[in-house]
């Protein structure tokens, strides 16, 4: 796992080992990235389901003002804070070792928005649909914000919730990253 571009492009970082590990591939990263584009500038950003930190680290590299690491397993929690003591980045972002739905009840108690929320659960359970009904109703989302989800091809996400829409999807293999924004 390596960081595409930016600050610390080309640092590798570590990752875990095993079968409920699934690191975002480079091609889905960089295709990722790509369609960002200059939104990461100054934002404002959530990496939930963190795991070992790839995404985040990126979005940090290429310009975010501010990342939020979540993720519930203790193991991906240590190995991402490796990551980022080794790129000097612990004290730069913060990093919370709970699940998803404490951590948005946490951020929306403290009254805290982002400009980009990248959901990347485990595939199949259900998790990234339940937590963009979480997101809706804490309302985390500056105006203007984007939510992208990373799921499996057969996991079906819906068109609408709430105030999100659908507004692209793209197809990498297996895999598939889906782009909500907010109904002004």
Do not use: W
Request: charge should be neutral; hydrophobic fraction near 40%; include cysteine.
């Amino acid at each position: 796992m390596r960081i595409i571009s930016g600050e610390f492009r080309g640092r590798k970082l570590e990752k875990l080992e095993g079968m409920d590990i699934r690191p975002t591939t480079d091609r889905v990263k960089e295709s990722l990235f790509n369609i960002l584009g200059s939104r990461l500038f100054d934002c404002t950003f959530l990496d939930l389901f963190a795991g070992t930190g790839g995404i985040g680290i990126e979005a940090y590299s290429r310009g975010a003002a501010k990342v939020v690491f979540i993720d519930e397993s203790a193991k991906s929690i240590k190995v991402l804070k490796g990551n980022l003591e080794m790129l000097n980045l612990l004290d730069k972002v913060e990093v919370y070792n709970t699940d998803y739905i404490n951590a948005i009840n946490k951020l929306a108690l403290d009254n805290r928005k982002f400009d980009i929320i990248f959901i990347d659960p485990p595939y199949l359970k259900g998790f990234a649909q339940n937590a963009l009904v979480h997101i809706e109703q804490n309302k985390l989302l500056n105006e203007d914000a984007m939510i992208v989800i990373e799921h499996d091809l057969q996991d079906k996400m819906p068109e609408n919730v709430g105030r999100f829409n659908m507004t692209r999807q793209k197809k990498y293999g297996n895999t598939m990253l889906s782009f909500y924004g907010l109904v002004q």
